[in-house]
């Protein structure tokens, strides 16, 4: 009796796993369908949805230079205003050159997205490769580099070394912004003014040297496109048809 039933047994289980469940398929479609419906409904599942908020992008900071790090994070604060006042919201990462696998989930080792931005903090070269480069100079579309003497000769210059923080975010945010604000992006007022005077230190120590309008509103403009060719990706890699859904063996457990 009992080898009967062990027989009985062993053919229902041999007839369920030879045969495709009807409400399978069904139950696959209807969650694709759902995930499809979701993103489209909320394509603000990575970052908040850019017609309703202010763009955001993130910032990796490498820091090739003397500055301490409370010096470092002092400027990341005031280039966070001047582009926070732009209508920009910045994330900041403070990256290093790391040896230890351990380390690979540090978001400083993953792939850069578009949303992306890697700022150098680098000593003045010797050779001046850049006609225009006094703060530094940009690489497009990610790459952006700052030298860190700059700030160093102007604060000396006003015997104020207080004042090294502040203008090295205003280099950040200065550099940040040819990045957003694209090639030949320099002005006769504001931030992106192409050399500065004590004049413009003084503006700099009152948070008053800051993006036009124009400007911020080019660069919101330009996030915001960076955020939906992200969001666009992202979509692409999770909403996929069912028929390109990929298909794996697995043992089942009975």
Not at 28 to 57: E, H, K
Request: contains cysteine; positive net charge.
């Amino acid at each position: 009796m009992k080898t009967r039933i062990n027989k009985e047994h062993s053919t229902a289980v041999a007839g369920l796993r030879g045969h495709r469940l009807p409400w399978l398929g069904l139950g696959i479609r209807v969650m694709a369908g759902l995930i499809s419906t979701i993103w489209l409904a909320f394509p603000g599942a990575r970052f908040a949805c850019a017609q309703d908020y202010n763009p955001a992008i993130r910032v990796r900071v490498d820091n090739y230079t003397p500055a301490s790090p409370a010096e470092l994070a002092m400027a990341e604060r005031e280039a966070a205003r001047i582009l926070g006042a732009a209508g920009l919201r910045t994330i900041w990462l403070i990256c290093r050159e790391v040896d230890s696998l351990a380390l690979l989930q540090d978001p400083c080792q993953q792939p850069l997205e578009t949303t992306d931005i890697v700022l150098r903090v680098v000593s003045e070269p010797t050779q001046n490769k850049f006609n225009d480069a006094v703060f530094g100079f940009s690489v497009q579309p990610v790459l952006a580099t700052v030298y860190y003497e700059y700030p160093v000769r102007l604060a000396k210059k006003d015997d104020a070394v207080f004042e090294l923080p502040v203008i090295l975010g205003c280099v950040m945010a200065h550099e940040i912004g040819h990045l957003l604000l694209g090639p030949n992006s320099h002005s006769g007022s504001g931030i992106m003014q192409p050399s500065w005077e004590r004049k413009q230190v003084r503006q700099a120590m009152t948070g008053s040297l800051l993006f036009t309008s124009a400007q911020a509103k080019h660069i919101r403009a330009e996030a915001r496109t960076r955020m939906n060719s992200e969001m666009a990706d992202l979509k692409s890699q999770i909403v996929k048809p069912v028929d390109e859904w990929p298909t794996t063996k697995t043992k089942s457990v009975w």
